[in-house]
């Protein structure tokens, strides 16, 4: 296991409703990205916090927010929930040295599977 | 944007024998990593490869990063059925990892 632990870990949402998606990254990891993955496709960058800042953003839009707290553990905002937003959720944490993630490995949560309705 | 593209999208095996998956991408990659999903579970890291023409084995897995670092392929030699899931090449680019469509593994005992 990784020790990146997210919560819940299943969720089911009515559209238009709000969510709240929790990571906890592995001890030491200051650097946390997001991910959405739709089913049967590959993980999609959301964003990526380093040290609370937003260090990245994919190409999602605004009502997806996130934050990072001084303990590296991060939140996934989600307003105005669509059926399109369904997916399993990802957070993953990063020992990096410098800013970039895409230079050393991801550590992923089991993730947080949401359905909305 | 700039996508890896992965194929094939599903492969079916018999128990014992070998699997090749192949990434490519139209411009330079600074590093390519792969990793492993199982059904039902999350991304597992397997390895990243950084230099031109880098092979990397890890027991019975084979990676290797083309030349030009525009391609890379993942070949498992005598499959089993716990190499079952799907496997994802992912290029590392400053902040961010993307991931192609992955190739789905299903091995038959």
């Known amino acids: 296991e990784t020790g990146v632990t997210q919560s819940p870990t299943h969720l089911i949402k009515t559209r238009g409703q709000q969510v709240t998606l929790r990571c906890s990254s592995q001890s030491g990891h200051n650097t946390v990205s997001w991910y959405q993955q739709a089913l049967g496709q590959g993980p999609q960058f959301i964003f990526q916090y380093y040290r609370e800042e937003e260090n990245g953003r994919g190409n999602f839009p605004p009502r997806f927010s996130g934050l990072q707290f001084p303990n590296y553990s991060s939140e996934l905002n989600v307003n105005a929930l669509e059926l399109d937003d369904s997916a399993l959720y990802l957070c993953?944490?990063?020992?990096?040295?410098?800013?970039?993630?895409?230079?050393?490995?991801?550590?992923f949560g089991q993730g947080t599977r949401l359905t909305v309705v | 944007g700039q996508q890896v593209m992965q194929i094939p999208q599903y492969q079916h095996v018999q128990e014992g024998e070998d699997f090749t998956t192949y990434c490519n991408s139209s411009t330079t990659l600074s590093n390519i990593q792969w990793y492993k999903q199982r059904p039902g579970g999350h991304p597992v890291f397997l390895i990243q490869?950084?230099?031109?023409?880098e092979v990397k084995k890890q027991k019975r897995l084979t990676f290797q990063f083309g030349e030009a670092k525009k391609n890379s392929s993942l070949h498992i030699t005598a499959t089993q059925t716990t190499d079952v899931g799907t496997y994802f090449c992912a290029k590392g680019s400053n902040y961010k990892l993307t991931f192609g469509k992955g190739t789905l593994l299903t091995v038959n005992p």
């Open positions: 490869l950084v230099k031109s023409g």
């Open positions: 993953a944490s990063s020992p990096s040295l410098s800013r970039s993630v895409g230079d050393t490995e991801a550590f």
